[in-house]
């Protein structure tokens, strides 16, 4: 069983799997050698073929045969659903008790699994492409790889994209130098930094999927994207705002300026919590939208959420006064009516939460109907 996971016989020669037989998989390997005569997965054929001839000689087996089967060139769950629909096509043609996969690499191998939950595999073979002395230098080798790395955009990128931005950026900050040179330290280090934060920022977007979790969010929820943007928009122009005010504030709070880092700190907070609750409500008021719109049957618990935020800023407010209790036992006299306030609000949230979670039970039968008549 000859193995072209993905697929180089139907992309460069045309030929559609499964291919069975002697003189067919000949004929294959003879299109795909004159399509791409570099291609090993031609050698493969051959040497399948040639280990069919060898099988029927020995009389080990009362009847052998050879294959050919081809994946997809979307190497992954694609080829292998192909493969294994290629597979079910031979064993109906010639049902053989086991099979010997010929293959050129780890990653026709890949697909073995498959072979054994259909038929025993009773041996492999990995065929190596042999290259004579002349062809096998050091120039053809480097030149190989960097076609085939110039012919993959992500790994071009990296591996030619970056040190090209990297030298195209050095080179303009020697120019710069040549033309200002009292501003060479500057110019450095604006180009040095430049650099660590474009290879970083690239290095991290790869490493935790920035991109396409972005790409997700943006087609899948829309209207909770504009809402977080919204949300953190608010809460900086907010954190902005209260780092400004923080001298005027103390003065109108404290009756003077904080007199060590931790009272300043605390009072940074109880300025901060207003805009930071803002912004979350813009965020989980995005959700809420976005919910009743798909008809989500979570929406309760966002809508609970969204109830509890006052809570939330009573207790930023009451922990950080607190906090600066021993400055101002002034700021305290309100302590026990918000204390009541915010357990208020946490009994009101809950019960309108066990309220809605009941009245829209009705929405994920509606989807659960809809998906069975889709199906």
């Given amino acids: 069983m000859a193995i072209d996971r993905d697929d180089d016989f139907g992309v460069k020669a045309g030929v559609k799997g499964p291919v069975i037989g002697r003189d067919a998989c000949i004929d294959a390997a003879l299109k795909l050698s004159l399509a791409d005569p570099e291609d090993s997965d031609a050698n493969v054929v051959y040497a399948a073929v040639k280990l069919r001839d060898e099988l029927k000689e020995s009389s080990e087996f009362e009847d052998v045969e050879v294959a050919l089967i081809t994946g997809h060139h979307d190497v992954g769950v694609k080829s292998d659903l192909e493969l294994s629909k290629q597979l079910d096509e031979v064993l109906k043609v010639f049902p053989a008790d086991g099979v010997i996969p010929v293959t050129d690499g780890a990653e026709d191998e890949q697909i073995f699994p498959i072979l054994s939950s259909r038929v025993p595999i009773i041996s492999s073979r990995r065929i190596?492409?042999?290259?004579?002395?002349?062809?096998?230098?050091?120039?053809y080798i480097i030149y190989r790889y960097l076609r085939e790395i110039l012919s993959d955009p992500e790994v071009a990128k990296v591996v030619l994209g970056i040190p090209g931005l990297i030298l195209l950026l050095y080179g303009i900050?020697?120019?710069?130098?040549?033309k200002y040179p009292q501003s060479i330290q500057i110019v450095s280090a604006t180009v040095t930094g430049t650099i660590l934060f474009i290879v970083g920022f690239y290095f991290f977007t790869k490493g935790f999927r920035i991109r396409v979790s972005?790409?997700?969010?943006?087609?899948?929820?829309f209207i909770e994207f504009i809402s977080i943007i919204a949300g953190l928009l608010i809460m900086v122009a907010g954190a902005i705002n209260a780092y400004l005010n923080l001298e005027y504030v103390a003065?109108?709070?404290l009756g003077g300026l904080p007199g060590t880092q931790l009272i300043a700190a605390l009072l940074y907070l109880n300025i901060l919590k207003t805009p930071f609750v803002t912004g979350l409500g813009?965020?989980?008021l995005g959700r809420i939208l976005q919910a009743y719109l798909r008809k989500d049957s979570h929406i309760w618990y966002y809508i609970t959420g969204l109830l509890l935020l006052p809570a939330l800023w009573i207790t930023i407010d009451l922990t950080t006064l607190y906090a600066m209790s021993t400055v101002s036992p002034y700021l305290l006299q309100f302590f026990i009516k918000k204390v009541v306030m915010a357990i208020a609000d946490v009994v009101v949230g809950t019960l309108i939460g066990i309220y809605l979670r009941e009245k829209v039970k009705g929405w994920e039968k509606i989807e659960i109907g809809e998906s069975v008549e889709g199906v």
């Fill in 282 to 284: 813009v965020m989980v």
């Fill in 128 to 139: 190596v492409v042999k290259q004579s002395e002349s062809i096998e230098t050091t120039y």
């Fill in 251 to 253: 003065m109108e709070e």
């Fill in 214 to 221: 972005l790409k997700e969010t943006i087609t899948k929820g």
């Fill in 173 to 178: 900050a020697k120019l710069i130098s040549v």
